[in-house]
């Protein structure tokens, strides 16, 4: 079984856009500046501006691959610095548009893939879950991120007791 995500690396368009911030005309990079940030360069620092470019640059690519992680990594600072502590996340078990998973099952390969809509396309016909599909394949009610792999066996092991037994 395997899963194979999306790489998240920059785009080949944003790369090309980043690359050649180096070698533009001051004057043009504080029109980049201006259009991508607002308001005036705060410093006449290159090295400051072009990074700072750079990353909303990708800031705005990122947005359209997926809109709420900006807002999500967001609230998680501020949770730290009003916390002190790093909240733990919920899982979310979804694999990402585009994400093939391949199980193999009784010597059978089965691939599923993610689809944006939040959908799975199973041998040419979309599902609503991955348990469902899951349940296709073996016959038997699964957890589907458990069968896919996405997400880890829970450990059914209790801890052994710490009370002492006996004694008055």
């Known amino acids: 079984m395997s899963t194979q995500i999306p790489s998240f690396s920059t785009p080949p368009s944003v790369a090309a856009q980043i690359a ?16 991508l940030v607002g308001g005036d360069t705060p410093t006449h620092n290159r090295q400051f501006l072009e990074r700072r470019i750079a ?17 999500r990594n967001q609230r998680r600072i501020e949770s730290l610095v009003e916390t002190g502590k790093v ?13 093939v998973l391949v199980r ?8 599923v893939i993610a689809t944006a809509d939040g959908q799975y396309d199973f041998q040419g016909r979309m599902y609503p879950s991955l ?29 052994p007791s710490t009370k002492k037994r006996g004694g008055r």
């Open 20 to 35: 050649r911030l180096p070698e533009m005309p001051m004057a043009e990079i504080r029109a980049l500046w201006q259009k």
């Open 55 to 71: 990353y909303r640059l990708q800031e705005l690519e990122f947005r359209k691959v997926d809109a709420n992680l900006l807002d």
């Open 87 to 99: 909240k733990k996340r919920d899982r979310d078990y979804r694999p990402a548009a585009g994400t």
């Open 104 to 111: 193999e099952y009784k010597g059978i390969e089965y691939r």
């Open 131 to 159: 348990s469902m599909i899951a349940r296709e394949i073996t016959g038997m009610r699964w957890s589907g991120p458990l069968f896919f792999g996405l997400k880890p066996p829970s450990n059914t092991k209790t801890k």
